[in-house]
């Protein structure tokens, strides 16, 4: 089955860029998505279709995909934004088609 | 709105058959060309995506679980459903609901601890 990497942790200062990969074999050739997931709580979609923003998520969350990386981006990174975050790809040539990555700690210094 | 909330045993003895109900609320569980998803999170550990079923009926399995699930939609009750048979230690986690389109999983439940243990 599909394989997704992302790093376990990433850190940032207030008001940085926190960027967060998602790596895969020729993942630009397809539709990556993006869960935030805070403590004791379900993920919540920040961005689908590798760009697109659903409503209520604050212009500062992007996302762009291309070659073998896929990457989220947080601009002005806020305390609020520390969480972890997951990559998904829907891979439907795959017997196991719903594949997340293994998750990324985003740490606000 | 839509809204999705998860009942069902907190606690499964092993080899029994853990059982779920996701019930859908703001909105019909057959209009619109919707996936009804289960997918689970072990404690301190990722996001694990364990099948689906579309409107139709037509569902969509993990290839690691299939042997042992099956998803199953009540229009009636506006609610879907998890069973996963033969239960060990190793199936212990959260189970959230969600709803998807085809490649998305837009709106998801609270989720709700499962404890496999005798």
């Known amino acids: 089955s599909y394989v997704l990497t992302q790093p376990p942790s990433v850190s940032v200062a207030p008001g940085k860029t926190a960027r967060i990969t998602c790596g895969g074999n020729?993942?630009?050739?397809?539709?990556v998505h993006w869960y935030q997931q805070k403590p004791g709580q379900a993920p919540v979609l920040v961005i689908y279709?590798?760009?697109d923003r659903p409503s209520g998520i604050p212009e500062r969350f992007s996302g762009s995909n291309s070659g073998n990386t896929a990457t989220l981006t947080i601009s002005r990174v806020e305390a609020g934004d520390e969480a972890d975050y997951y990559c998904?790809?829907?891979?439907?040539?795959?017997?196991?088609?719903?594949?997340f990555g293994g998750g990324t700690k985003l740490t606000v210094l | 709105q839509v809204q999705l909330q998860e009942s069902g045993p907190g606690l499964v003895k092993p080899s029994q058959t853990l059982s779920l109900t996701c019930t859908v609320s703001?909105?019909?569980?057959?209009?619109?060309?919707?996936?009804w998803s289960w997918i689970r999170q072990p404690a301190g550990k990722g996001l694990e995506w364990i099948g689906r079923?579309?409107?139709?009926?037509?569902?969509n399995y993990n290839p690691s679980l299939k042997s042992r699930v099956t998803i199953s939609v009540d229009t009636s009750k506006n609610q879907f459903s998890l069973k996963l048979s033969s239960v060990t230690a190793a199936d212990t986690a959260v189970y959230y609901c969600?709803?998807?389109?085809?490649?998305?999983?837009?709106?998801w439940g609270q989720g709700t601890l499962v404890t496999v243990s005798s």
């Open positions: 969600a709803r998807a389109t085809a490649m998305v999983m837009s709106d």
């Open positions: 703001g909105g019909s569980i057959s209009s619109g060309s919707y996936y």
């Open positions: 079923i579309y409107t139709s009926g037509s569902t």
């Open positions: 020729n993942i630009g050739s397809k539709s």
């Open positions: 279709y590798d760009s």
């Open positions: 998904q790809v829907w891979d439907s040539s795959s017997d196991h088609p719903c594949v």
